[in-house]
């Protein structure tokens, strides 16, 4: 069954520190990949997405991701994390040519402090 | 442009009760979901529609019923609300670039 791991339950960084959180995901064909970000008492909102093309994705707000198909990751990466970066981040997969089904991670909260 | 909303905000029920979560999207979006978010369980998928007057079940779809009489609006009801249904709910809605666009959620409590 497809599935999507987010091994870092609870990040907590300083501000200007490196990011990169980790994300999984098993299903034997070809997929669509996404991160979403949802800030304090906000909905989700999409970060960055992957379907085809260069593996390296990026986003909004100077976030980027890189597709490794090998290893089934799409890891969300940053180079200086800021205090508004603070959010809960969600990984999501979806299958080729299928808007009908996806599956989020159980989210990495992130905590940065100022 | 609304996007997608939701009514209402919060609620609370007691167990047994029934009600109707709506949710609207005004970017003629084919496809609508309900979902579910609880602590460190993430996003899990309630049922979903592809169109207009068609719904599917998803990941977690006992105890919820859903209709899509119009393309722009998606219903989930529960017929008799438990505790175990307290939860933070969203919509989302997408087009075939099938990334989603979510609603701001309905904190629905049951006592």
């Given amino acids: 069954a497809q599935s999507v791991s987010q091994h870092n339950h609870h990040v907590i960084l300083s501000e200007a520190a490196s990011l990169e959180l980790g994300c999984n995901y098993s299903y034997g064909g070809t997929v669509n990949l996404f991160w979403y970000v949802q800030y304090p008492g906000q909905h989700l909102q999409l970060l960055l997405k992957y379907f085809s093309g260069d593996p390296l994705v990026k986003g909004i707000k100077g976030f980027e991701a890189e597709f490794i198909k090998s290893k089934f990751s799409f890891n969300l990466r940053k180079p200086s994390v800021q205090w508004s970066d603070t959010a809960e981040y969600f990984c999501a997969v979806t299958p080729y040519s299928s808007a009908s089904k996806i599956i989020f991670g159980s989210g990495t909260r992130l905590s940065i402090r100022p | 442009n609304a996007g997608v909303t939701q009514t209402p905000k919060f609620r609370v029920l007691k167990t047994g009760q029934s009600m109707t979560l709506l949710c609207a999207q ?12 609880d602590p460190g369980m993430g996003l899990r998928l309630i049922h979903y529609s592809v169109g207009e007057g068609t719904t599917a079940k998803g990941e977690v779809p006992d105890g919820y019923n859903v209709s899509r009489l119009k393309k722009q609006n998606f219903l ?8 175990s249904q307290t939860s933070v709910y969203f919509c989302a809605s997408g087009g075939q670039t099938y990334e989603q666009y979510f609603g701001p959620g309905t904190r629905l409590t049951v006592t």
Avoid: I, K, T, V
């Fill in chain 2, 26 to 37: 005004d970017m003629n979006h084919e496809y609508m979901y309900w979902y579910r978010q």
């Fill in chain 2, 76 to 83: 989930l009801g529960l017929e008799s609300a438990a505790p």
